[in-house]
Structure formats: C-alpha cells, structure tokens
C-alpha cells in the first residue's frame, strides 16, 4: 500500500502564528507545519516575508495559514491591513492549494486602556471590520475570532492578547 506523505502546511504571521504565550513561552500550533511567525510584525511585512520563505526552495504547500494584522491595529486603519493580506493572498495561492485567512481574536492589552475608551473602541471596530471582510471574501477561513469569543476559558489571554497553553493547543488541533 502506497503511503501518504504528510500535508505541508506553513503558517505566516505574528506572535499568535508562533504561538507565543503571555509568558514568552512558544507552543507549536500544528505538529510538522512550519511556523514563520514573528512576533511584533505588521501585516506590512508579510508580502516580503512570504517571498522570502517561498524563495528558499521550490516547494508546494497543501496550505498557507494567514493570520495578520493584530499589530496593526492601533493605526486604526483596517483597509490598509486588508490590502496587505490581500497582496499575502495573492501571492501564497500562487504555492499552495488552499490558503487559509485566519479572523483577528480579541485584542485587549491592558495598555490600550491608558489611550481612553473611545480609542479601545475604535481598535475594536477596526478589527471587527477586518475579520467582517475576512468572513465576507475568503474563500476558505478559520475563525478564530468567533473559537476564542465562545470558549473564553480555553483560549485566555492574560496579557489580553496572547493566549495560554491550552488555547494555542486548541487552536492548532482546530
């Protein structure tokens, strides 16, 4: 019986990509997918990221996971961190069979609050409106957003952006 090669799967992003706890833990989303996440990143890097990470060999994925723009919302500008996963879009599907958008979850970092309330809820409507894009026009997504809202406990983020153990383990089995 002939065997199965394993799926390549290769996801792109930030800290949440590389699965990064509040602790500076780092827990591996999916056994034998390569992680090119880097915390701190902007969705502005991922175009050139992506064309590095595609130029070290000619490999194929079976999919690219994109989950971006969570470092960019305090510039309060969700078109822009949409054309940038657009243009990351783009050029993953021209490697892999499918590429997964990932939905932005819960960003509430505690320092956000010393801005005011009014910004804490404009960085929310951003990142509403940038997940409400992502379920309207990708055609294959994981959303993560509506996984993290609906089981608080499992995916908690103490630094009200990374999630414990459990939630990055749950997300990757996801």
Request: hydrophobic share 40%.
């Amino acid at each position: 019986q002939a065997m199965i090669p394993p799926a390549t799967i290769l996801c792109l992003g930030d800290s949440l990509t590389a699965g990064q706890t509040p602790s500076g833990e780092f827990v591996g989303l999916m056994r034998g997918a390569r992680l090119e996440g880097a915390p701190l990143s902007s969705s502005r890097s991922y175009v050139r990221r992506l064309r590095k990470v595609l130029g070290e060999n000619a490999r194929s994925y079976d999919a690219i996971v994109v989950l971006g723009g969570t470092n960019d919302l305090w510039r309060l500008d969700a078109d822009r961190i949409l054309a940038d996963l657009a243009a990351t879009h783009d050029l993953a599907a021209t490697r892999a069979r499918r590429v997964l958008s990932v939905t932005i979850p819960p960003f509430d970092p505690p320092i956000l609050r010393h801005f005011g309330s009014a910004f804490v809820h404009k960085v929310d409507a951003c990142r509403q409106h940038v997940n409400a894009e992502l379920r309207s026009t990708s055609t294959s997504l994981f959303d993560l957003d509506l996984l993290s809202t609906a089981d608080p406990i499992t995916f908690r983020r103490d630094d009200g952006i990374h999630f414990s153990k459990d939630g990055y383990l749950a997300f990757g089995a996801a």
